[in-house]
């Protein structure tokens, strides 16, 4: 009872983490990458549609996913027929493996902190499995961004979730290396991407009282200490890895960007970006349509910019919309949300941004399409649920009562 209880809980989860489970396998059998992620991806949808045609009792809230969708789908298609380039049907593929498929299981998620739970499970394995990759010379995710986007950074979310929230204590161990780890081995899209995960963690989900006061103080004492003694901590770290064998990007990048180096900064993004922005002055109001860069740079899919995608495709109609969309999900998940709710919003929001905005493309983005999706599942939360749980070490017991209470 418990699997069919919690199916939809752990096939959203499962699929999340599917691309990075199955890394070692599509290294090995590249060929048929796509043969064997249709097969997975065929596989968690029939099972999530049997369960929800013949264990599903309420089927009321289900189908919010289908005006949303709808939505996209038809902008798609007004581009096959009026704006046609050979890429639409890439972008529509996408589309429906990152998108549809994620919303479509969130949209039957009930059970909000056995996703979480689930969650914490698979990035404990994961890491465990493939957190030491970059001593292996990156032999399973290849590069520094893959092992960081792809593994440790959401990786990480999981274990401190899984630290803080649910008290697994010597999760902490794996927590502190998986973070050393980000910030030597992984990209700085991943580095911000765990800061601003932390911060909004502890801005969003601690009561403001003298505990929480005196650890922004020390903090921001700790932060004046390493801003004033970077060089030499960078010089220290750089010597210490390369003495060992290994080269680390992000101290590198880090150590360029000190010394006053832009092109070390944005890695070449500033020349991606001029040929954007001269692009969005073509057509402005409307853009070029679905697909439109890659139609055109034969040599990047993305501008490593979601404005300047979203500006070149559809405009800056095109980007009210998703304007619209992003800020109805943060004020969802920032004044609407409690609990394993608000928790799901701040995991959402940080494994979107800042990667979309250096770094990805929003169409391959499945944290993004659920994080819009948020703000559209939730159109019931009334803004006077007065609920709110804020954790707190001497009271546990009672703490995770109200919190399981407010979920």
């Not at 399973?140 to 893959?146: A, E, H, Q, R, T």
């Not at 792809?150 to 502190?176: C, D, H, N, Q, T």
């Not at 390369?242 to 020349?271: C, N």
């Amino acid at each position: 009872m418990e699997i069919k209880k919690n199916i939809n809980e752990f096939l959203l989860i499962f699929y999340l983490w599917s691309f990075t489970l199955l890394k070692p396998v599509l290294g090995v059998f590249q060929d048929y990458s796509t043969i064997i992620l249709f097969i997975v991806t065929l596989i968690i949808v029939c099972l999530s549609i049997i369960y929800n045609l013949f264990w599903r009792i309420d089927n009321s809230k289900v189908f919010k996913w289908i005006p949303f969708v709808s939505t996209m789908m038809l902008i798609f298609m007004l581009d096959i027929i009026l704006r046609h380039n050979t890429f639409i049907f890439l972008v529509i593929y996408d589309f429906a493996i990152f998108g549809v498929i994620p919303i479509l299981l969130y949209a039957q998620v009930k059970d909000h902190e056995k996703m979480l739970k689930y969650y914490v499970n698979f990035s404990i394995i994961i890491f465990i499995a493939y957190g030491l990759d970059p001593f292996n010379e990156y032999s399973i995710f290849g590069d520094y961004m893959s092992y960081g986007y792809g593994m440790a950074m959401p990786a990480y979310f999981g274990l401190y979730i899984g630290r803080r929230f649910f008290k697994i204590r010597w999760v902490l161990i794996l927590e502190v290396c998986c973070f050393i780890l980000i910030i030597v081995f992984a990209n700085k899209g991943a580095v911000l991407s765990v800061v601003c995960f932390i911060l909004l963690m502890n801005i969003l989900m601690n009561k403001k009282d003298l505990k929480v006061i005196l650890l922004y103080f020390y903090s921001g004492l700790a932060v004046l200490f390493i801003s004033f003694n970077m060089m030499k901590i960078i010089d220290v770290l750089i010597e210490f890895t390369t003495k060992r064998g290994y080269y680390s990007y992000s101290l590198q990048s880090v150590k360029e960007a000190l010394s006053g180096s832009s092109i070390s900064i944005l890695s070449g993004r500033d020349m991606i970006w001029q040929d954007a922005y001269q692009m969005i002055t073509e057509r402005p109001l409307i853009g070029f349509g679905t697909g439109a860069y890659n139609n055109v740079s034969r040599s990047q899919d993305y501008t490593h910019n979601f404005f300047l995608d979203v500006l070149i495709q559809y405009g800056f109609i095109g980007l009210l919309f998703f304007i619209l969309l992003i800020t109805r999900s943060l004020w969802k998940i920032l004044f609407h949300s409690t609990g394993y709710n608000k928790i799901i919003g701040i995991l959402f929001i940080s494994s979107s941004f800042p990667k979309l905005i250096f770094s990805s493309i929003y169409l391959k983005e499945p944290w993004f399409w659920l994080f819009l999706f948020f703000g559209i599942k939730y159109l019931s939360i009334v803004w006077n649920d007065s609920r709110v749980v804020y954790f707190r070490s001497n009271d546990r017991k009672k703490g995770k009562k109200a919190f399981e209470n407010s979920v």
